[in-house]
């Protein structure tokens, strides 16, 4: 599985963004769990959210629970992260995740490469 996250970049606090990963590499994207992983300068990997299959279930991090919302649209290969209400502290590198299951982790079965968020004061 390829992912490619896209929307990323500088934005002013309070603000909105809207995160895209393409699916891609010849597999049922509906049959994978996405989610959403950011790292920040010096910082450790976080898990952001999740969304299962079907869509049906998802995890968010108490971090952006209210602010930030994961969907997908499986017609696309595409997973999507609605980030409003957006601070400093979301600053970071967002990178797109598939997983047999809908889980909270940082070491996904695949993930791909990220695109920043910056987030200015």
């Known amino acids: 599985v390829q992912l490619q996250a896209s929307g990323g970049g500088l934005v002013q606090a309070g603000g909105s963004r809207r995160l895209s990963c393409a699916a891609s590499?010849?597999?049922?994207?509906?049959?994978?769990?996405m989610g959403w992983l950011r790292q920040a300068p010096g910082k450790e990997r976080e898990f952001v959210a999740a969304?299962?299959?079907?869509?049906?279930?998802?995890y968010v991090s108490d971090s952006v629970k209210g602010r930030f919302t994961i969907s997908r649209d499986n017609a696309k290969n595409t997973v999507y992260l609605q980030m409003n209400s957006l601070k400093p502290e979301d600053t970071a590198v967002y990178y797109c995740?598939?997983?047999?299951?809908?889980?909270?982790?940082?070491?996904?079965?695949?993930w791909g490469q990220g695109t920043q968020v910056t987030v200015s004061s």
């Open positions: 995740a598939a997983d047999p299951r809908v889980r909270n982790t940082t070491t996904p079965l695949y």
């Open positions: 590499g010849g597999t049922t994207f509906s049959r994978y769990a």
């Open positions: 969304i299962s299959w079907s869509g049906g279930i998802t």
